[in-house]
T-cell receptor, first 115, second 113 residues
Framework: GAVVSQHPSRVICKSGTSVKIECRSL??????MFWYRQFPKQSLMLMAT?????????EQGVEKDKFLINHASLTLSTLTVTSAHPEDSSFYIC???????????FGPGTRLTVL | AQSVTQLGSHVSVSEGALVLLRCNYS??????LFWYVQYPNQGLQLLLK??????LVKGINGFEAEFKKSETSFHLTKPSAHMSDAAEYFC???????????FGTGTQLKVEL
């Protein structure tokens, strides 16, 4: 149980374009979802927290207009990287927490490469 | 405020040897503690968690960890390393369900023949 999927697993885009990443909780309802960014050989950096039906809460230094997060249902959250630039290239990982759990379950990650 | 310190960014053990990955935490309230494993280009998989029940926690793949309040530690151990254990391990702390996790910087475990 507690499976989280992400799509796509890998995406390459041109600078200036926007990219949408989906995060789905497959067998539980994720009341809260988190989005992380991970640089090579580094730890996870929390970007934002989203609760279903509410606006996301962004961590300090994360541009909310650049990283748009939507959590429209209890099983789906999306991260849209707008006007992507090469410095946005990274590994993006989402996680979900259900009502009756204290554990974050992580998706497999999305590798974004901006050319 | 909460924080996690993982001592040793790289640990190397021989196959069959004891694995010990260190984690110390700081938290102003009783913590929930987690160990996650990450294989290359993959997300994080939960190994085990401590949430104020038994202090010795057993997880998947033969791993276990002991919560020691007096030492503010939550070290991860495995009696006998396998080649398949080679991965990045992250310790994390939170103060409650649905709250933000604070991760350590990770420990890369290498298992040698």
């Amino acid at each position: 149980g507690a499976v989280v999927s992400q799509h796509p697993s890998r995406v390459i885009c041109k600078s200036g374009t926007s990219v949408k990443i989906e995060c789905r909780s497959l067998d539980f309802q994720a009341t809260t979802m988190f989005w992380y960014r991970q640089f090579p050989k580094q730890s996870l950096m929390l970007m934002a927290t989203s609760n279903e039906g509410s606006k996301a809460t962004y961590e300090q230094g994360v541009e909310k207009d650049k990283f748009l997060i939507n959590h429209a249902s209890l099983t789906l959250s999306t991260l849209t990287v707008t006007s992507a630039h090469p410095e946005d290239s990274s590994f993006y990982i989402c996680s979900g927490v259900g009502r009756a759990t204290d554990t974050q379950y992580f998706g497999p990650g999305t590798r974004l490469t901006v050319l | 405020a909460q924080s996690v310190t993982q001592l040793g960014s790289h640990v190397s053990v021989s196959e069959g040897a004891l694995v010990l990955l260190r984690c110390n935490y700081s938290s102003s309230v009783p913590p929930y503690l987690f160990w996650y494993v990450q294989y290359p280009n993959q997300g994080l998989q939960l190994l085990l968690k401590y949430t104020s029940a038994a202090t010795l926690v057993k997880g998947i793949n033969g791993f276990e960890a002991e919560f020691k309040k007096s030492e503010t530690s939550f070290h991860l151990t495995k009696p006998s390393a396998h080649m398949s254990d080679a991965a990045e391990y992250f310790c994390a702390v939170t103060t409650g369900g649905g709250n933000k996790l604070t991760f350590g910087t990770g420990t890369q475990l290498k298992v040698e023949l």
